[in-house]
C-alpha cells in the first residue's frame, strides 16, 4: 500500500549538533506536513509544506520539499535538550487519507 | 493547550467489558479523526468524520463503532476488545476534512486485559 518512509528511526546527538530527518515516498505527494510528539504527549503540527522544492524555517527547524514533490527532510541546527522527541511526517496523496511515517525519535544529551 | 479534550486520560478494561471514549474540540472546526497509535506503528487513521457525516473508514473492525453527534464531539464505543487493542487512541480535529492542520487531544491509553 502507500507507504511514507521516514529515516532514521533513532538518532541520538550531543546537545549543540545538528540533525536531520528524511521522509520519502516512491509516489508524489500533495503536500507533506511535520509533527513532533514529546515522550508523553501527542502530536503537535509544525508546519505544511506544499510546493515543489518549498523551504521554509522556523527558528533553528528548516524543512524542505522535493522538487519532485516525493521527499522532504526536517533539519535542526544546533540541537537542544527541548527538542527531545519523535517527529512524525505526514502526507496525503491524491485521493488519499494523511499518512503518517514511523517517526524518528531524537535524544538529546548534554 | 491544543482546544481537543480526550476522557478518560486512561482506561483499563477487560475483554468482554463495553466502555466508551469521548473527545471534544474547541475549534469550531468541521472534521473530526480517531487514530490509533501503538508500539512501533505509525499512527493509523481510524476513522475520518466531516460535518458529522462519516466520510473514510480504514476497514477497523467492527468491535470499534464510532459517533459524532454535533461537528464538536466524537465518540468511540468499544466492545469485546482484545489485548492487541491496547494502544494510545488520539482524536484530533482539521477545519475541513482536506487533512489540513490536525490539532490532537491528548489521547487515551488504552489497555485491554
Known amino acids: 500500500g502507500q507507504q511514507v518512509m521516514q529515516i532514521p528511526q533513532y538518532q541520538h546527538v550531543q546537545e549543540g549538533e545538528d540533525f536531520t530527518t528524511y521522509c520519502n515516498s516512491s509516489t508524489t505527494l500533495s503536500n507533506i506536513q511535520w509533527y513532533k510528539q514529546r515522550p508523553g504527549g501527542h502530536p503537535v503540527f509544525l508546519i505544511q509544506l506544499v510546493k515543489s522544492g518549498e523551504v521554509k524555517k522556523q527558528k533553528r527547524l528548516t524543512f524542505q520539499f522535493g522538487e519532485a514533490k516525493k521527499n522532504s527532510s526536517l533539519h535542526i541546527t544546533a540541537t537542544q535538550t527541548t527538542d527531545v522527541g519523535t517527529y512524525f511526517c505526514?502526507?496525503?496523496?491524491?485521493?488519499?487519507?494523511?499518512?503518517f511515517g514511523k517517526g524518528t525519535t531524537l535524544s538529546v544529551s548534554s | 493547550e491544543t482546544g481537543v479534550t480526550q476522557t478518560p486520560r486512561h482506561l483499563v478494561m477487560g475483554m468482554t467489558n463495553k466502555k466508551s471514549l469521548k473527545c471534544e474540540q474547541h475549534l469550531g472546526h468541521n472534521a473530526m479523526y480517531w487514530y490509533k497509535q501503538s508500539a512501533k506503528k505509525p499512527l493509523e487513521l481510524m476513522f475520518v468524520y466531516s460535518l458529522e457525516e462519516r466520510v473514510e473508514n480504514n476497514s477497523v473492525p467492527s468491535r470499534f463503532s464510532p459517533e459524532c453527534p454535533n461537528s464538536s464531539h466524537l465518540f468511540l464505543h468499544l466492545h469485546t476488545l482484545q489485548p492487541e487493542d491496547s494502544a494510545l487512541y488520539l482524536c484530533a480535529s482539521s477545519q475541513d476534512s482536506a487533512f489540513g492542520e490536525q490539532f490532537f487531544g491528548p489521547g487515551t491509553r488504552l489497555t485491554v486485559l
Open positions: 505526514a502526507s496525503r496523496q491524491a485521493g488519499t487519507a494523511l499518512i
